[in-house]
């Protein structure tokens, strides 16, 4: 077999050719690693609110808290039921709230966008323990203020400490502080009192979802048998998980499909280009292949050689991509989620499988771009080589 030096010298040589052609390889692995990591982040953070010991139960037939309707007194029955966990002071370990979305002006840009409203009861934070005021403080039970997600504040109007903004016509609230859940959908929204929020939307009487801790992440079919099974509740139920991975699935699944095709338009251009680079690099080197076929290596050596060659360069264009793409965690990105049609921002999160993935599809790419250039090289006779 003909020496790995030899190919990596040629490279090194026609540095020039070797750049371009690599830069327009890894612009592809920069997208489909990019698209990766941003559909990776939505399922992630749609589901880092979720625990598998609680479970949200909704209007049967809704596939959406903004779209679920459960009465006052439906609330009482559900977290009545022996499989929820109980507090310190007895109560029930439970939540009713009520989810509405608003129009906001956006900052830095021009336009209005959904934002999801959250109207919560005031011991919230006993139930959501993993969430944390960062700045301001925890809103005033019964008032016309309001905590907000970090992840929004700042990209609407009206969203800072101290600001305000209108819940609904005629009805403005007051922002007095700022939460974290650890990167977490939750964090793109705004969370009000639940009385003002049903009386700003006439939701009077009735919440959204109910969401309960059950004693034991074992519990769950027992809880959800004992609420399906009352056919006066007519309301279903689902593990927290479950729920928010049903609600990734549109947004997750429109970023994949969306970025695929345009890596796999812009993969072609690559692979045309590493192909024309591998062309040219054949037609100057003819006395080369004719010396190392008078050598005595056989044109299987030669069709290898060439092909390793061109996966070196595919390899050189996807470490690039793959380094380009590792900075996009820094970047927020917000879009619509497809399930309550409300913004949320998310990040780029990168794991090893999606960088492993994209590196070997750059391999793909200069296998596939360097075979006929390869096999061309192998086809041509030593003597007319010696000549050229």
Do not use: C
Request: net charge positive.
């Amino acid at each position: 077999m003909i020496p790995v030096a030899y190919n990596v010298r040629n490279l090194v040589v026609r540095k020039t050719t070797t750049l371009a052609t690599a830069s327009g390889l890894g612009l592809v692995v920069f997208v489909f690693a990019s698209v990766l990591m941003l559909a990776n982040s939505v399922e992630r953070t749609l589901g880092r609110t979720a625990r598998d010991d609680v479970a949200i139960v909704m209007r049967k037939g809704s596939d959406a808290e903004m779209v679920s309707s459960i009465e006052e007194q439906q609330i009482g029955v559900i977290l009545a039921s022996a499989e929820v966990a109980k507090r310190q002071d007895g109560k029930p370990d439970g939540v009713g709230e009520v989810v509405a979305v608003i129009l906001l002006e956006k900052l830095g840009t021009e336009g209005i966008s959904n934002v999801q409203v959250r109207g919560v009861p005031d011991d919230v934070l006993a139930f959501r323990s993993q969430v944390k005021i960062i700045e301001g403080r925890p809103a005033q039970p019964g008032t016309d203020e309001v905590i907000v997600g970090k992840a929004i504040v700042g990209r609407f109007k009206g969203l800072s400490i101290g600001e305000s903004f209108e819940l609904r016509k005629n009805r403005p609230v007051k922002v007095v502080g700022v939460f974290e859940d650890g990167g977490s959908s939750s964090e793109s929204e705004v969370w009000a009192d639940l009385h003002t929020t049903r009386s700003a939307f006439g939701r009077e009487g009735g919440v959204s979802a109910v969401r309960a801790r059950l004693a034991s992440a074992s519990k769950f079919d027992a809880f959800e048998a004992s609420i399906e099974q009352n056919r006066n509740l007519g309301l279903e139920v689902m593990r927290e998980s479950v729920y928010y991975e049903k609600q990734s699935e549109g947004t997750s699944m429109f970023i994949k499909v969306m970025g695929v095709l345009i890596a796999v338009f812009f993969s072609i251009g690559a692979m045309i280009g590493a192909m024309i680079t591998m062309h040219s690099s054949i037609a100057n080197r003819q006395r080369e292949i004719g010396t190392l076929r008078a050598l005595g290596f056989s044109r299987f050596s030669i069709l290898v050689s060439f092909l390793i060659e061109s996966v070196l360069l595919a390899l050189a264009g996807g470490a690039l991509g793959v380094l380009a793409a590792l900075g996009m965690r820094f970047v927020r990105f917000s879009t619509v989620n497809f399930a309550s049609w409300s913004e949320v921002v998310f990040t780029f999160e990168p794991t090893p499988g999606i960088l492993l993935t994209s590196v070997a599809i750059a391999a793909v790419m200069g296998l596939l771009g360097g075979f006929f250039p390869a096999l061309r090289a192998a086809r041509i006779s030593p003597i007319q080589a010696m000549r050229g």
